[in-house]
Nanobody, 125 residues
Framework: QLQLVESGGGLVQPGGSLRLSCVAS????????IGWFRQAPGKEREGVSC???????NYADSVKGRFTISRDNAKNTVYLQMNSLKPEDTALYYC???????????????????WGKGTLVTVSS
């Protein structure tokens, strides 16, 4: 059974950092494009970052320079390092995987085949 499980969310003050993890089971991540998406209360889901099968990466303009996506193939895990967090980063963060490399930070991730259930990030003082 293909499964993605996110962890690492929590409450952090503005300016703080968190590292999200996404562990895959039932498939090998390095053959998939991996994306991080988020959905804030009352808003549509949006793309945050993508790592393509080539390992090239993309970031939404709102997180560029603050967030970093990475992958540990040995652990079958993808990470999202989030620094300089802002209140507007508050959202439920999802990881998603797609074997056809449809990941885009400009959409809602509708082309992604597999999704985790999300981990909540709250940035507040």
């Amino acid at each position: 059974q293909l499964q993605l499980v996110e962890s690492g969310g929590g409450l952090v003050q503005p300016g703080g950092s968190l590292r999200l993890s996404c562990v895959a089971s039932g498939f090998t991540l390095d053959y998939y494009a991996i994306g991080w998406f988020r959905q804030a209360p009352g808003k549509e889901r949006e793309g945050v970052s993508c790592m393509h099968r080539s390992s090239s990466t993309n970031y939404a303009d709102s997180v560029k320079g603050r967030f970093t996506i990475s992958r540990d193939n040995a652990k079958n895990t993808v990470y999202l390092q989030m620094n300089s967090l802002k209140p507007e980063d508050t959202a439920l963060y999802y990881c998603a995987a797609d074997p056809q490399d449809h990941c885009s930070v400009y959409g809602r991730g509708n082309g992604m085949d597999y999704w985790g259930k999300g981990t909540l990030v709250t940035v507040s003082s």
